[in-house]
């Protein structure tokens, strides 16, 4: 069954072992998020040459995704590896406990982010182990920050700090994640993901860097804003104009901003992705309790359906394929979800679709394709494409009709795997324009997507293999091509 909504898979303890990957990506991954916020480089090195080889032993490109840790701001380690804190409970986080080698103990803890002391005021609200303890803050006096405990529970090592509302100056690029992209980027990682950004800047430096990075291999990743941070929701647009898309990271993102705001957030964020043509990626907890049992729960599934039905582009797993029981069933029931729920929509060209206006040849092209075989209710577009732009701007709009983006270059088809309701394969692009239109025709036909006399609808650009080209379409009846 076609399936247009895409799977982010990550990898960890439950899912390295080739043959589990193997059948994972055959189960529906699209692509593989590698998480730098635990391991060394040499783990996600070798992480990625499995990736490679498991994609090629299923005869597919999967996309990877570097993730980035980003200014993850913890409480140290106890000497009891945990304490319990009850309500009412004082609580001291000082910057400067643990910098001669003291463990916390149920009176004080120490804090990775020294400038915590100088990012709060009396009455904050501190949440910590993603807002599971919250505790209120008394006074500060220099490094450390007396608190008293409003929700308790067990804290243990190294557990996150949110500060509700957001405004901690952390920057979103840490020393960490500037080595982390140059491992990223010799591996020519796919999509790198940056965590906390605030503004567009944090997203332009992120991208100079990993071009720098990427530079000896002649390789330039996409850029993935994670929205985690209430900071970044008034600068949604210009942290999208600055990125080629961003993930809906619900965890961070509603201990900072309340669970209640999220879900409203979701849909308006991938709405403003697809309106801007960038990508959108759902994630956190979409089918949590699949880490420990074989089905999900119908809250679970019901998550995963609206996200696909909002139009993200790609639901994404964390734990449940990282280090949960069943990575392979959680694919295939995601896999599932979304073939489902995309059956279930009623699919039509944007009521305000005749009013665009585009300044683009290509781009000009990829829209009057849309409206061409939303008419003729065609069985196929194809886009005969280099950067796979054109492929891209179609698949921000809600169209029954599958979109193949036919490249000769395997960077490209990796990142088009991204890409909802597009399949990428490798096409050379050689011989002029007949000659590559007659092989695209052979090869949907090959993969049983197409049959002889079906309509299809084709562009490209001439002359052939230039970037942001494509000024050509063609309505092709197949097996009748002249």
Not at 401 to 424: D, E, G, H
């Amino acid at each position: 069954m076609y399936r247009g909504t895409k799977i982010v898979a990550t990898i960890g303890p439950a899912s390295t072992d080739f043959d589990i990957l193997v059948k994972m990506i055959r189960a529906g991954v699209d692509v593989v998020r590698l998480n730098f916020s635990h391991g060394k480089a040499q783990d996600h090195i070798d992480r990625a040459n499995l990736v490679r080889r498991a994609a090629a032993e299923c005869g597919r490109e999967v996309a990877i995704m570097a993730d980035m840790q980003g200014p993850k701001i913890r409480v140290g380690k106890f000497e009891e590896g945990k304490i319990v804190l009850n309500n009412g409970d004082r609580f001291i986080l000082d910057a400067k406990w643990g910098d001669n080698g003291e463990l916390g103990n149920q009176e004080r803890v120490g804090l990775d982010y020294k400038a915590l002391p100088r990012d709060v005021k009396p009455g904050d609200k501190l949440l910590l182990n993603d807002g599971l303890i919250v505790l209120i803050v008394d006074r500060v006096v220099g490094h450390e920050i007396f608190t008293t405990v409003k929700v308790g529970g067990d804290l243990s090592n190294n557990k996150g700090i949110n500060r509700q509302g957001g405004g901690l100056t952390a920057p979103a690029l840490t020393s960490k994640d500037m080595e982390d992209i140059k491992t990223a980027m010799s591996f020519q990682a796919d999509y790198l993901a940056i965590s906390f950004p605030k503004s567009a800047t944090d997203m332009e430096m992120a991208r100079q860097l990993a071009n720098i990075a990427g530079e000896p291999y002649g390789h330039k990743p996409m850029m993935i804003a994670k929205i985690e941070r209430a900071e970044a929701i008034p600068l949604l647009q210009e942290i999208l104009d600055a990125s080629d898309g961003i993930m809906v990271a619900r965890g961070d993102l509603a201990v900072e901003v309340g669970n209640a705001a999220v879900p409203a957030l979701q849909k308006r964020m991938i709405r403003m992705a697809r309106d801007s043509n960038k990508l959108a990626i759902t994630a956190t907890q979409m089918m949590e309790s699949m880490i420990v049992n074989a089905v999900p729960t119908r809250a679970e599934v019901s998550d995963v359906a609206n996200a696909v039905l909002d139009g993200t582009d790609a639901v994404m797993t964390s734990a449940e394929t990282a280090s949960g029981k069943y990575p392979i069933e959680t694919v295939e029931m995601m896999a599932a979800i979304c073939v489902e729920a995309e059956q279930s929509e009623y699919n039509k060209i944007d009521v305000d679709f005749l009013n665009k206006q585009f300044t683009r040849i290509d781009q000009t092209i990829a829209y009057g394709t849309l409206f061409t075989a939303h008419h003729l209710a065609v069985k196929a577009i194809v886009a005969l494409t280099e950067s796979g732009s054109t492929a891209l701007w179609m698949s921000r709009h809600s169209i029954d009709t599958p979109i193949f983006a036919l490249t000769p270059l395997q960077a490209t088809q990796r990142k088009a795997s991204l890409y909802r309701n597009v399949r990428a394969f490798n096409l050379p692009q050689e011989g002029g324009s007949h000659a590559v239109l007659r092989k695209a025709e052979e090869l949907l036909m090959k993969e049983g997507f197409v049959r002889k006399g079906d309509l299809i609808v084709v562009t490209w650009g001439s002359p052939m293999g230039q970037a942001g080209g494509t000024n050509a379409l063609k309505i092709v009846r197949v097996g009748e091509f002249d």
